[in-house]
């Protein structure tokens, strides 16, 4: 099913087009007051300055004071309903709003920014904690691209509806008072549609202190350190992209040369790529929450940051040029690719992100990780604003500053990865298993999605753990041979994934018998197990009598048992058709079109060797 199909579904669309009409309201309302206080009430560049510098840190400083108090709210009681009293809520700043448009009120016009960065506060732990309670596994991904993908062009929607309301002669503020209020009752009368979310710790006792809530989120958020890592650079996204959009107007107006017009341009494009990159994930992870895409985004911002800097920089000969007129300028093209490219890639670099996040973190804590999360977020954003203010100061213009920013993602990103290797082992996995392979899977549903499992499965190239490792949509420990484990390149896979080596009880019984030991334990802990019982790799592409070390498994701990069957394979890369000695010659075919099928759960008490390899011969069939 594709992705888009969640959007007739009441389990998602009202939650997306509420979340989106408040992106739209938030950028609408503060574009709105830009227009106002540079063009509209005649004040000095310097009392202009001051209050649109004034506006974003009274937007953000509502996550630093309310951001641990939103995930306790999310936690405690039931999320569709604190959504429509956050909606009333909105319905009023927007009502307020309307009083200070068309009067001027500066000081209430910033008294409800404030107010809206509490709507944004409140509403974001519900935005990520409610989508693991409503979606099934395979569908979270996705719905996190559709999300990310409304907000994104809700966003830039609104931008541009705000600067060109307010620009309306004469009735500019009449028309965003209406607009703003419209949408606000709009949104509220959708998220009356929103069902049910029960409470994940209805137990949780409240603390009303901000400030100790707020270290106890964040030591909530740094228990995991994959978890806390993920944030950190879901946070990173968030400095980078201020540093971008803060930049933007000086690119647009200084280094390209152009009016409003091409500010609108730029902006569009990079929302466009963010969305397009959104969407993209789901297709690219096959369904999973696939971080190996992380370093991939991380990679494309830095490429095309730094060539965005190199497509040109400097001040712009001609100034004051239209949309259509920089178009048609020499190299514009190579800038319209940099900056949808941008745009795509932070949309690969953070959906799987919030993805991992809201499936590793436990789900009775996950408004409060996610409170934390927004709490870093707007702690990366007002670092970004001293960023760019600083490198200003020295005189860096917008192009330079791009550069930097390109280049420091390079050493955030190596942090990241060097703190937590599973990124960057999954995206050596989903690079080789996507350029050697096209995996068709089948039987998914049949895969639990929680508690322990062993899975056996047929054995017919060196590739098969990497294979399964890229589409089992939970994280499985591999049991293999312990020189395969060593096999360079590989091994930091194979290491990073917690793989078992084992040996034969006649080369290293210490080995085969601390097999067995990590196995169990891992059984005992809830994880899924992988075993391949030939014992070795076919030579001759059928499957090879199944060893009774499943049966030894399940005696010591009985849990159901998934029998898995690889197609195709054979005569793949890394397969031993052909084979001369033991030594593979040249493989027949890449991008071979290969086939995983999984199926139900076999009992323990079923689960007999003989019958697990009648089982897996049958799935796979003729097609070795």
Known sequence: MSQFALLGKRRFAPFFWTQALGAFNDNAFRNALV?????QMGLSDHTASLYTNLAPALFIIPFFLFSATAGQLAEKFEKSRIIRWVKLFEIAAMAVAAVGFQTHHLALLLVVLFMMGMHSTMFGPIKYAILPQELKPAELVGGNGLVEMGTQLAMLIGMIAGSELMRVAGVGPLLASVVTIAVALTGYLVSRRIPLAPATAPELKFNWNPFSETAQVLRITHADRAVWNAVLGISWFWFFGTVLIAQLPIYARGTLGGDGSVYTLVLTLFSIGSGIGALLCEKMSGKRVEIGLVPLGAF??????VDLYFARHGVAAVRGQDWLAFLHGAGSWRIVLDLTAIGVFAGFYVVPLFAFVQARAPREKLSRIIAGNNIMNAMLIVLAAGFGLGLGALGFDAAQVFLAAALLNVLVAAYIFTLVPEFL????TWVLVNTLYRVRVDGMQHLPEEG???????HVSFMDALLLMANLRRPARFVMYYKIFKTPLLSFVFRTAKAIPIAGYKEDPAVLQRAYDAIDAALADGELV???PEGGLTSDGEIATFRPGVEKILARRPVPVLPLAL?????????RRDSMLGRSRLPRRFRARVELVVDAPVAPALATAAALEARVRELRGDLA
């Open 530 to 532: 992988c075993i391949f």
């Open 35 to 39: 227009m106002l206080v540079t063009y």
């Open 425 to 428: 082992m999954r995206f050596i």
């Open 567 to 575: 197609r195709g394979l054979w005569g793949s890369v890394w397969s």
């Open 452 to 458: 322990p499992a062993v899975l056996v499965c047929n």
């Open 300 to 305: 494309g911002l830095t490429a095309f940051g």
